[in-house]
Structures are given as structure tokens and as C-alpha cells.
């Protein structure tokens, strides 16, 4: 089987961790994957990639073309994609003009629409819809020494360390939050870390350095941070968001919190004083990148 994903490729990696994960869990059983990249911001910019993808799917065949985020869907779908598959990525639903495009599309362009949680199907109101969270790879994030992390990337190993695992300047993952919130620990002994263009190779490395992982974003889809964090058996406070609740609302190694930094530290400081976690990778069994990409393929031979 021969798929095309269709990404997004306006961020500093070029193509999306996440996505390329996904495309590396389908190849691993069988599948060929190709990479097609949307370059350009705002309407004008992804608009101007309609013609190219449509002369690229006149000379290529496939037998899927797998389209991730929205508005490169919309792309996919004028530049006539079929079978077309596409995956909403993060939660962008809540926009009246948002849920009316991706209606008006599923209804007429797309084959099948995947989302990443039961809240994203809900808030779009389309029972067709597909819910698959984003799978982990946990070859790759896996347990490691807490120790020779900390030494590899230069943390002072007579600290406590907290690690927001995004980049701050994102407003979506609302770092001031986190700021105030670790604020009113007054602990000289606890430091905070944030992550700037940081490969995804080195995360597990990153992860696995940390006491605590800390996720304060105003809205997700299905956030991977949580599972490659649980799939290093660490520790994770985070508020609630995406499928967080329906997924770690019984795991004991995820503190869930409110959108308040009382909340936040409160649950930061007993995490920090809890034993380390050796459980968060039985938590996300269920959602290896293996047992993921089996479902997407499944999809894509219905449409066949």
C-alpha cells in the first residue's frame, strides 16, 4: 500500500514530529509512505499550493492520500485528492467558521475524518467521525537513567527539575500559567525548564532528566507530551485538556489540575514529593505507535 501524507511544513523540523512518527509506525509494518509538505502561511499562502499538489497527484499514484491538519486538508481536497483521509490534528474546532468548513468539507470532499479525542468529535457534531489518538513510539521513549539524562544535557544533579515540554513562546501552551503556578513553590531547590528547538531525538533524554512533567496548554487534541512522558515512567501535572481525562484520569502518576496556578502548585509539590513513577508506561499500552498504526490501516483498507 502506497500512502501520501500531506503535512503542514512551516515549522523549524519541516515536517511535524508527531506526523512523521506516524508515517515511521506505518512503514515499520508494511506500508510506503510519501511526504508531501504545505509551505506558506495565512489563506494566500496555503491557496497557492492547490495547483501543485494537483499536478503532483495527476503524475503520482496512490492508493491514500492522507491529509493532517484542516486547512491542508482543504488544500488536498481542492487539489482532488481521493481516497482522501484527513486527520484533525489539535483542537480547532471551537471556531463557528472552523466547525462550518470542516462540515462543509467532510460532506462533500473528504472520505473519512479522523480527530484525536471524544471532545473534538462532540464539539463537531458529525458521528462519522473517526476518533484515533496520536500513538507513541515507545521504542523510542522509553525509561532511561534519570542520572546520565541530567549529565547529557547539563542539568545540575543536586536539583530538582520541572519540565514544561513546549516552547513558551507558543501562546496556545499558555507558559505564563506554568510561570506563576511554579512561582509559588519558593523553592530554590526546584528549577524550570522550558524547550526551544530542541530535536525530537533528544526528548527522551529530556523527559527522562525530569522529576516532574508540566503541561498547562488552554486547549489539545490528544497531547502526545503526556504519553511520552508516561512511556518514560515520569511523573506528569497537567490541566485538563484534550483527552487527558478520559484517558489518565485513573493513572496515578498524572495529577490533572485546573486552569489555576493554586491548583498547579499544589499538585506540583506533591508530585515532587512523591517516589518516582514506575507505571506510566502500563498506562499508555494501549496507545503504542504499533497498535495505532493498525487502526489507520484499517481505515485506509475500507476505502480501498
Not at 491548583?263 to 514529593?273: D, F, H, Q, T, V
Amino acid at each position: 500500500m502506497k500512502v501520501l501524507f500531506v503535512s503542514s511544513g512551516n515549522s523549524s523540523f519541516g515536517i511535524s514530529p508527531i506526523i512523521k512518527n506516524q508515517g515511521d509506525s506505518l512503514e515499520k509494518i508494511g506500508v510506503e509512505v510519501i511526504y508531501y509538505l504545505i509551505i506558506g502561511k495565512g489563506f494566500g499562502g496555503y491557496v497557492k499550493n492547490v495547483l501543485p499538489l494537483c499536478r503532483y497527484l495527476r503524475i503520482h499514484h496512490f492508493d491514500i492520500v492522507h491529509s493532517h491538519l484542516s486547512w491542508v486538508a482543504y488544500v488536498s481536497a481542492l487539489a482532488g485528492a481521493k481516497p482522501h483521509v484527513v486527520s484533525l490534528m489539535g483542537w480547532n474546532v471551537r471556531k463557528f467558521i472552523n466547525r462550518f468548513l470542516i462540515k462543509f468539507f467532510f460532506s462533500f470532499f473528504w472520505d473519512v475524518c479522523i480527530v484525536k479525542s471524544k471532545k473534538m468529535k462532540d464539539a463537531l457534531g458529525i458521528p462519522e467521525i473517526i476518533v484515533i489518538p496520536n500513538g507513541v513510539d515507545v521504542d523510542n521513549f522509553k525509561p532511561m537513567s534519570k542520572t546520565e539524562s541530567q549529565k547529557e544535557i547539563g542539568w545540575d544533579l543536586s536539583k530538582k527539575h520541572v519540565l514544561f515540554a513546549a516552547n513558551p513562546s507558543r501562546p496556545i501552551k499558555n507558559y505564563s500559567l506554568a510561570k506563576e503556578a511554579f512561582d509559588l513553590l519558593l523553592d530554590d531547590s526546584i528549577v524550570l525548564h522550558t524547550l526551544n528547538n530542541v530535536n525530537n531525538a533528544s526528548m527522551p533524554s529530556y523527559y527522562n532528566a525530569s522529576d516532574v512533567v508540566l503541561l498547562t496548554s488552554i486547549a489539545e487534541g490528544s497531547p502526545n507530551v503526556i504519553k511520552e512522558a508516561l512511556a518514560c515512567n515520569r511523573i506528569v501535572v497537567t490541566t485538563d485538556v484534550g483527552d487527558v481525562s478520559d484517558l489518565f484520569s485513573s493513572v496515578g502518576d498524572v495529577y490533572i489540575c485546573s486552569h489555576n496556578p493554586q491548583s498547579i502548585a499544589k499538585n506540583l509539590k506533591i508530585a515532587l514529593n512523591s517516589k518516582e513513577s514506575r507505571t506510566g508506561r502500563m498506562a499508555i499500552r494501549e496507545l503504542t505507535s504499533e497498535i495505532i498504526a493498525k487502526k489507520l490501516i484499517n481505515v485506509y483498507i475500507n476505502l480501498k
